[in-house]
């Protein structure tokens, strides 16, 4: 069974940058969509960004575009989160997780997800 564990997030002011991690404990991704979701405090989950794990093809939600940048490394089954130019609205815990097929908005079609970390962009 596939395990994600996310790290990387931390405390940053306006305009800085983090890069989140994404690493597979086991098992491959051969067939998934990998993509990361967001929670701001007292509201639901957002898709961000998505890539295809074999294409290596990339979606972002309109709001992250040309700020955000989502990779991947196969030797090490990992997947990033080049986060640039970030704002106070970027705050939010963030989250990988795995699905068979193409990426889709709706968070409960996810089969394997992480624990999350933290963001915060101050001011």
């Known amino acids: 069974q596939v395990q994600l564990a996310e790290s990387g997030g931390g405390l940053v002011q306006a305009g800085g940058s983090l890069r989140l991690s994404c690493t597979a404990s086991?098992?491959?991704?051969?067939?998934?969509?990998i993509s990361w979701f967001r929670q701001p405090p007292g509201k639901g989950r957002e898709l961000v960004a998505s890539?295809?794990?074999?294409?290596?093809?990339?979606s972002y939600t309109d709001s992250v575009k040309d700020r955000f940048t989502i990779s991947r490394d196969y030797a090490k089954s990992t997947m990033y989160l080049q986060m640039n130019n970030l704002k106070p609205e970027d705050t939010a815990v963030y989250f990988c997780a795995a699905r068979i097929g193409g990426a889709v908005p709706d968070s409960a079609t996810y089969t394997y997800w992480g624990q999350g970390t933290q963001v915060t962009v101050s001011s």
């Open positions: 890539i295809r794990w074999s294409a290596g093809t990339t």
């Open positions: 086991e098992g491959t991704f051969t067939g998934y969509s």
